[in-house]
Every structure is written in C-alpha cells, then in structure tokens.
C-alpha cells in the first residue's frame, strides 16, 4: 500500500506558478499592460512652472532636475515630445501652449514593477534652454533610474546642437 506525504514547497511552487499567471492575464489596461505589476502612486499636486520654473527636487535619491542651455529650446521641445511619444512606457499627460509648445508633462512606467515616474519639460522663461525635471512617485531610491532619463534626453538633443 502506498501512503501520500504532504509536500509543502511543491505546493508553494504551484501557487507561486498560479499566482504568476493570475498577474500577467489580469494585467492594467493601457500602458500598465507592459510591466507585471503597478506600483503608480498618486500624481504630485504641484507639477508645473512655478515663478517660470520646475520645482527642486526635494532628494537627489529619487529625483533629478536640469538646465539645458540650447540655442532653439522651442524645436528641442518639440524634437523630445516626438521621441516621447514613441517611447515604450512613456505616455504623455499634458502639453501647454500653443501654438509653440512651452511645457509638457510626461509619465513613464517600469517594466517589471510598474512604478511611475513623472517627466516634465518646459521652456526656461529667459528663452535660452529647457528645464527638465523627474521624479519617481514612489520609494526612497530610484537607483539612478531619473538622472539616467534626462541625461539620455539630453543626449538626444546633442548630435543636433542643441536643437
């Protein structure tokens, strides 16, 4: 006769297994879509131009703002708008002006947790740059993941001397 033993750990694989499909088939609609979970955490009250300019940010560990001094602001803005727009995760919320755009507001998702971070652009009121500013939503650290955003941003822009 043959007795049963209880398996605890191959019982916790077959849930963590069920639990992981469950994940991916009742995923987010829309952009959520792309990552396993969603972390969005609420939007900043105070996005936006204050005094003609992006706020500070409040920690270097999870935020990072720039200058860029450009000789045409106005088309760099535009130029990162289009490649935003095309960005995998990235979704853009908010563009202000018209008809030369001056100020836009930008999310980006992860792509394994979903946590959300916020991306704002604007025309620097001296008409000589831009500012550009991200924040992540959530936690104490985002492991670099905001001043690597802008830098590549930047770094976009370069190649055209500066737009």
Same mark, same amino acid.
């Given at each position: 006769?043959?007795?049963?033993t209880?398996? +605890? ?6 849930l963590?297994?069920q639990?992981?499909v469950?994940?991916l088939?009742l ?15 609420? /939007?900043?009250?105070d996005?936006?131009?204050?005094d003609? $300019?992006?706020? +500070?940010?409040?920690?270097p ?7 860029? /001094? ?9 130029q ?5 727009e095309?960005t /995998?995760g ?9 008809p030369?755009?001056?100020y836009?507001h930008?999310t ?7 946590f959300?971070?916020d991306?704002?652009l ?6 000589t ?5 991200s ?12 001043? $690597?955003?802008?830098?590549?941003l930047?770094?976009?822009?370069? +190649?055209?001397?500066?737009?």
């Amino acid at each position: 006769m043959r007795t049963t033993t209880f398996r +605890p750990l191959r019982l916790l694989s077959l849930l963590g297994a069920q639990l992981l499909v469950w994940l991916l088939l009742l995923g987010h609609p829309g952009a959520a879509q792309a990552s396993l979970l969603h972390f969005s955490g609420a /939007p900043p009250a105070d996005l936006g131009l204050h005094d003609g $300019r992006l706020r +500070p940010c409040p920690s270097p560990a999870h935020c990072a703002r720039q200058d860029w /001094p450009l000789t045409n602001p106005a088309a760099a803005l535009q130029q990162l708008a289009l490649e935003l727009e095309t960005t /995998p995760g990235v979704q853009i919320e908010a563009r202000v002006g018209s008809p030369q755009l001056s100020y836009l507001h930008a999310t980006a998702e992860s792509r394994l947790f979903g946590f959300v971070d916020d991306l704002e652009l604007a025309l620097a009121a001296s008409g000589t740059g831009l500012q550009a500013r991200s924040e992540s939503r959530l936690g104490d650290s985002d492991l670099g993941v905001n001043a $690597r955003r802008l830098e590549g941003l930047r770094l976009i822009l370069s +190649p055209a001397g500066g737009g």
